[in-house]
């Protein structure tokens, strides 16, 4: 059935009627153009973009989907991170409808974020050292982003992406060429390029792509080397189950694409992987709800009808028509299917304009609004609950909230805004939902720590191991992805990282057993951070066999102080 079909059967069902036109002029011109629905419902994806249609011939059809498959392996694979703990799914889960989430990551300004790496430096050589952030940032956690993720699911609607809509609508060669077909529409492949960078989400300070060090990284590694190879989805397994590097499966995808930007081989390059995750973004058409397949209850047909009055659709659907039925109606347009304008408001949440976000699959948020909460910029009030979030719109007055409501109206617009836009697949994470389970899953962050810290006899301060990378082996003898790092430790002191083959908990200060190796490291600069790295030499004879490491600090001054310890777990393909 296509969506047109769906949405009016929705429409019916709230017994009014809709005049579909095939000429729909937006008035706000940002979502511009009409679909091209002689296409729809799949796949989606404004006009001017070039993604294939699915009009277009068979072969062309089949090379999009392999697109879109390598799109999903590489958003599911913590490898894409600079240090093997962050995929873009960690912050997007399908399950909380494409949000994080995860709790308690307090951004620097007050709003709740989602967590991604612990930053990380160029050497003062100009080498990446697979170290820590240098002077003057001593951070030993993890970043958390500034604002909280929206959902990628039916993001592709719009023309310009984040918050702010600083990315799209074009994408270039990263310096301000355009690149050929991917002129206009691009804000996914634009925006795609970003997080592997970003010392914040997945990156490493300084990194840009024209260094080539996420491409060579990822040249060398497994698809999803890192996961359960069961939880794997049938759809990609005839990536992961090749025994192939990425570098070969990105040619492989690619070879003769009509594309000129991406048919040139070279494994993985910038342009091959905004496509690939473009259209996985594409595909992830989240049209499955009670309100797309006509099943909205009449307590749900009530709430959208309180939101209707009160003027929520102004912004929340693409025409802007506060009215539900005739041309130019939300809902009647597959483009407010996102229930968004693709606009920005300042609407006394966050004290700057924001994209007015599309409201499905907002039942299964555990964080809601840019901000990670619902009160105005200065109250700061955390909505833990989706009550909480109905508080909010009715202490505002319309059009922004509903003012207040009766219990029943109140009841009506939560089981709208949280049940009747919620795609049941998205909840269940179903194909096109469907994903792998992380390693950060089923190993937590730091969870490999044990033992505690042990400060020198004079001194006060506790050094603090800070092992968050699973060690990788690869395959060809690179450079081994291995590093750890010690924080809280006294300044310019000598540091030694203690390898044991063993743990034991019975003798502290120390806690490693069996020691192997007592390696020096680089002093700890001058607020207290060291790290070691390369080459605690990995080989493929240590796969799977774990080892311990301890950091011992001396310092003139007060003595020698210990770290806590932790378990490494050498991982391959
Ligand atoms: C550390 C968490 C984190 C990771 C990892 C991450 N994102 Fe995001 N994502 C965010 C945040 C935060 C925003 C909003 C940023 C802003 O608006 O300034 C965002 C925004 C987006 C949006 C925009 C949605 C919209 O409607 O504007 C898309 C699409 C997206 N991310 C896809 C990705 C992809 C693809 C990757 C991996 C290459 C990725 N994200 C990795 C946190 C993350
Ligand atoms: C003037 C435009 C505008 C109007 C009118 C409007 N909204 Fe919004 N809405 C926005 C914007 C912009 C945001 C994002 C603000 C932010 O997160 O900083 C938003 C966010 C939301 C969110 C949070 C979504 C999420 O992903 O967490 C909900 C829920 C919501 N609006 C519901 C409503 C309801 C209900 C009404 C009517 C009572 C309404 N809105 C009226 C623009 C509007």
New binding site residues.
């Given amino acids: 059935m296509n969506l047109v079909n769906l949405v009016l059967g929705a429409v019916a069902c709230l017994g009014l009627t809709a005049a579909a036109s095939a000429q729909r002029q937006h008035v706000n011109g940002l979502i511009g153009e009409p679909p091209d629905v002689s296409n729809w419902p799949h796949p989606a994806a404004p006009d001017g973009n070039p993604f294939v249609r699915s009009t277009a011939n068979p072969a062309d059809i089949a090379q999009r989907d392999m697109v879109a498959q390598l799109g999903k392996t590489l958003f599911w694979d913590e490898q894409v991170s600079v240090d093997n703990t962050v995929s873009c799914g960690t912050c997007h889960e399908s399950k909380f409808g494409g949000v994080d989430g995860r709790q308690g990551a307090v951004a620097a300004n007050g709003n709740f974020g989602a967590f991604g790496v612990i930053p990380q430096a160029v050497s003062q050589f100009g080498t990446v050292d697979y170290g820590f952030l240098a002077n003057p940032s001593p951070q030993i956690a993890r970043s958390v982003t500034e604002v909280t993720p929206?959902t990628m699911i039916g993001a592709y609607v719009f023309e310009r992406l984040f918050?702010d809509m600083r990315a799209g609508p074009d994408f270039d060669d990263g310096f301000g060429n355009q690149l050929p077909l991917f002129d206009d529409w691009a804000a996914l492949e634009d925006l795609a390029v970003g997080p592997p960078l970003s010392d914040v989400e997945m990156g490493h300070e300084g990194l840009d792509w024209s260094s080539g060090f996420l491409q060579s990284k990822l040249n060398d590694s497994f698809p999803l080397a890192m996961v359960d190879p069961s939880t794997i989805p049938p759809d990609i397994q005839w990536i992961t189950s090749m025994g192939a590097p990425y570098s070969k499966i990105f040619d492989i995808v690619f070879n003769g694409h009509s594309n000129p930007a991406l048919n040139s081989g070279g494994g993985v390059t910038r342009e091959r992987f905004a496509a690939a995750l473009a259209n996985y973004h594409r595909m992830l058409i989240p049209d499955q709800a009670p309100i797309d397949i006509g099943r909205m209850t009449r307590q749900q047909q009530r709430g959208f009808a309180i939101?209707d009055r009160?003027?929520?659709f102004?912004?929340?659907s693409a025409t802007g028509n506060p009215q539900l039925a005739g041309p130019g109606g939300p809902l009647v347009d597959p483009f407010d299917n996102a229930f968004s304008d693709g606009q920005?408001?300042s609407?006394n949440?966050?004290p700057v304009r924001?994209?007015?976000?599309t409201?499905r699959n907002?039942g299964l948020?555990t964080k809601?609004?840019?901000?990670g909460h619902g009160g105005d910029g200065s109250t700061r009030v955390f909505v833990a609950s989706q009550s909480d979030?109905i508080r909010f719109?009715e202490a505002e007055p319309?059009?922004?909230?509903?003012g207040p409501l009766s219990p029943a109206d109140r009841a009506a617009l939560a089981d709208f805004?949280f049940n009747a836009l919620t795609d049941p697949r998205v909840a269940a994470e179903q194909f096109p939902f469907d994903r792998p389970q992380l390693y950060s899953e089923v190993h937590g962050f730091e969870a490999n720590e044990y033992g505690f810290g042990t400060p020198a006899p004079g001194g006060f301060l506790t050094p603090e191991i800070i092992a968050n990378s699973p060690p990788q082996i690869l395959p060809n003898g690179g450079p081994s992805w291995f590093k750890v790092g010690v924080g809280d430790a006294p300044p310019n002191a000598a540091a030694f990282l203690m390898i044991g083959a063993a743990p034991i908990f019975s003798t502290p200060p120390v806690f490693v057993d069996l020691i192997v190796a007592i390696l020096p490291a680089n002093p700890t600069n001058a607020q207290g951070i060291g790290t070691y790295q390369q080459p605690v030499t990995l080989n493929p004879g240590m796969l799977g066999i774990p080892f311990y490491a301890q950091w011992m600090v001396l310092d003139g001054r007060y003595g020698t102080s210990y770290s806590d310890a932790a378990e490494f777990f050498p991982f391959h393909w």
């Fill in positions: 929206p918050w939101m009160a003027g929520c102004r912004c929340h920005s408001h609407i949440i966050a924001r994209k007015t976000p409201l907002l948020h809601w609004t840019s901000t979030l719109y319309p059009p922004l909230g509903t805004l």
